[in-house]
């Protein structure tokens, strides 16, 4: 009845960009917060950043804050997650995830509808 898809992911070297989408269908309104969150083999899931609704709250996560842009378009059912200068620590596996709150400390529990997950390996 719902789908989450994130898209985007790839093999960069540090210094470099990228940008994932999360596609949203199945659900019968846009009032939800998105939110991107990693994991990586020697870390738990963590909150990367969120939008509200609006597009006018957003909220990053400290070591990514002025390097990670999120958006959304809620015409096309999308959001964004624009990652410039990557960092080896930033090798990861990023999901999007829907979820009531947009909220500083980016709580996964927080957020009850995930993807699948697309894979970001940052190395040289």
């Known amino acids: 009845q719902w789908q989450l898809v994130e898209s985007g992911g790839a093999l960069v070297q540090p210094g470099g960009s990228l940008t994932l989408s999360c596609a949203a269908s199945?659900?019968?309104?846009?009032?939800?917060?998105i939110g991107w969150f990693r994991q990586g083999p020697r870390e738990a899931r963590v909150g990367v950043a969120c939008i509200d609704r609006s597009g006018s709250v957003v909220h990053y996560q400290d070591s990514v804050r002025g390097r990670f842009t999120i958006s959304r378009d809620n015409t096309r059912a999308t959001a964004t997650l624009r990652m410039n200068d990557l960092q080896i620590d930033d090798s990861a596996t990023y999901y999007c995830?829907?979820?009531?709150?947009?909220?500083?400390?980016?709580?996964?529990?927080?957020?009850?509808?995930w993807g699948q997950g697309t894979q970001v390996i940052v190395s040289s």
């Open positions: 199945g659900f019968s309104s846009d009032d939800f917060s």
């Open positions: 995830a829907r979820g009531a709150n947009c909220r500083r400390e980016l709580r996964p529990s927080t957020f009850y509808y």
